[in-house]
């Protein structure tokens, strides 16, 4: 079936070292992809989304990229910080449905 | 997100127990959703409701119900609380613009079934 999932489960970095989580997609019919943070006793807070029209959008030391071709989506932090410690979930939407699918999410942790 | 809240934050109680978990928003949105998670898990999609007295199942709604009885308050039902419902549950809003659907959740509601 369709879904939404991720490479690795874990993910450690050091300290100012960039980021990079990955995410699988299998409908080629999605054509809107988000990315949430969530901390520890938090809910999941949206950091970047990007739509199916495009291969890369940059946040703040955040960039999304989209390949569309094999149907996957990353998310790279840039110079990684204690505070980016958290899970990470990827996210899409299908352009003739009306609900949002999660994916497993991605734990980032990060030496010092 | 304080414009999402959740009430309890905590919850524990007793197999066969009927409980209620409440979300309010200020954010105006017409949509709110009801999640749980589970330890390891991402989110699963209880419940959802795109208007005021509008309610949708989502993949995991058995023995669960909800009331939308005005655009700012989504609430939640347990009818009888079994054991395997004891997980992490989290209120959603968002408001569709072009597709785009940014969703605004609550700090959830730890519940304890016992």
């Known amino acids: 079936g369709e879904s939404v999932g991720l490479h690795l489960p874990t993910l450690s970095v050091q300290e100012g070292d960039n980021s990079i989580i990955n995410c699988a997609y299998s409908n080629s019919a999605s054509d809107y992809f988000i990315w949430y943070k969530q901390e520890s006793g938090k809910g999941p807070q949206f950091i970047i989304d990007i739509r199916s029209n495009m291969d890369k959008r940059q946040g703040q030391r955040v960039t999304v990229l989209l390949n569309k071709t094999v149907k996957h989506l990353s998310l790279q932090i840039a110079a990684t910080q204690p505070g980016d410690s958290a899970v990470y979930f990827c996210?899409?939407?299908?352009?003739?449905?009306?609900?949002?699918?999660f994916g497993s999410g991605t734990r980032l942790s990060i030496r010092p | 997100d304080a414009d999402v809240t959740q009430t309890p934050r905590n919850r524990i109680t007793k197999t066969g127990k009927r409980i209620m978990l409440e979300c309010s928003q200020t954010?105006?949105?017409?949509?709110m959703y009801w999640y749980r998670q589970d330890p390891g898990l991402g989110l699963r999609l209880i419940y959802y409701s795109f208007d005021v007295k509008d309610i949708n199942k989502g993949e995991i709604s058995d023995g669960y119900s909800v009331s939308r009885q005005a655009q700012a308050k989504f609430s939640l039902s347990l009818e009888s609380a079994i054991p395997n419902q004891t997980a992490l549950y989290f209120c959603?809003?968002?408001?569709?613009?072009?597709?785009?659907?940014?969703?605004?959740f609550g700090p959830g509601t730890r519940l304890l079934v016992l």
């Open positions: 996210a899409e939407k299908y352009s003739s449905a009306s609900k949002i699918i």
């Open positions: 959603a809003t968002s408001d569709l613009a072009d597709h785009q659907e940014t969703q605004y």
């Open positions: 954010k105006g949105h017409d949509r």
